[in-house]
């Protein structure tokens, strides 16, 4: 059984002592690994953590305590990135207006974005979010205003057909720049950086979620797409199109509303 004991040191992660504390031993089940990790995600509280321990008994090795924790990444992975979000609205609405194949360049650029996001935070910027509390906040604002941007693009979208440069899929870098004003990739990251320990070192332990994120997550982005491309036909009238478009960009606008409630409090 592990034991948390209070020396006091600091690591640049983001409230991970928080999150040690509201976890206790290990292993827990995903839900309570989850839960533990929202006062973290959501800065409800700061917490000052100067230094942790752990002291594991013989029957418990650092070793045991990454592999009981794989299969929570695989499934945190899995649950955060099959799920609705903004990724997968655009990536419904693309492949319906442009198809699979136009769309893989979007799909791609979500995968490697979301993995390089997670790089960043395990490897410091998330202690940068942490010190200036005023940056995330400006984050949130820049995600609201890309987010209704792009909702009202999508919406007033109406044929399948347009003329060359009219129109066109998002492109594999503007997917990666993207995730950085994504508010569920930020939560999918911070939460995976404050409550998946597949290793002690904090630098490793985000290079292998954002190997999982990558691993796990694309052909979950692509079902969404291929869902899309498969309504083509379906949608190939005007109206069912542009009713189909408004509908996307309203759900896109729908996944904003966690950030706006925060902000206006």
Do not use: D
């Given at each position: 059984m592990l034991k948390y004991v209070g020396v006091l040191s600091t690591h640049?992660?983001?409230?991970?002592c928080a999150v040690a504390r509201n976890l206790g031993a290990y292993p827990r089940s995903v839900p309570e690994i989850i839960y533990a990790s929202v006062p973290v995600l959501y800065r409800n509280r700061s917490v000052h953590c100067r230094n942790l321990e752990i002291l594991a008994e013989p029957s418990m090795t650092l070793d045991t305590l990454s592999a009981s924790a794989l299969p929570a990444g695989i499934l945190f992975a899995?649950?955060?990135?099959?799920?609705?979000?903004?990724n997968n609205t655009m990536l419904l609405a693309s492949g319906v207006n442009f198809g699979f194949r136009r769309t893989l360049p979007h799909i791609l650029g979500i995968s490697a974005g979301v993995a390089l996001l997670m790089l960043s935070v395990g490897?410091?910027?998330?202690?940068?979010f942490r010190r200036f509390e005023v940056l995330y906040t400006v984050l949130e604002v820049?995600?609201?205003?890309?987010?209704?941007?792009?909702?009202?693009?999508?919406?007033?979208?109406?044929?399948?057909?347009v003329k060359k440069g009219e129109r066109r899929p998002m492109r594999f870098h503007e997917a990666i720049a993207f995730q950085w004003v994504n508010p569920k990739a930020w939560m999918m990251?911070?939460?995976?950086?404050?409550?998946?320990?597949l290793s002690a070192d904090f630098g490793i332990n985000a290079l292998l979620m954002a190997v999982l994120f990558y691993v796990?997550?694309?052909?979950?982005?692509?079902?969404?797409?291929?869902?899309?491309?498969?309504?083509?036909?379906?949608?190939?009238?005007?109206?069912?199109?542009?009713?189909?478009?408004i509908a996307m960009a309203l759900m896109l606008v729908a996944t904003l509303y966690p950030i706006v409630l925060r902000l206006i409090a």
């Open positions: 640049p992660a983001l409230n991970v899995l649950v955060t990135t099959i799920t609705p979000g903004p490897f410091g910027l998330g202690e940068a820049l995600s609201v205003v890309y987010l209704l941007y792009l909702a009202w693009k999508i919406g007033t979208s109406g044929e399948m057909q990251v911070l939460t995976a950086a404050t409550t998946i320990h796990i997550g694309l052909p979950c982005i692509c079902l969404w797409a291929a869902f899309g491309t498969a309504m083509r036909r379906a949608l190939s009238n005007p109206v069912w199109l542009r009713t189909f478009n």
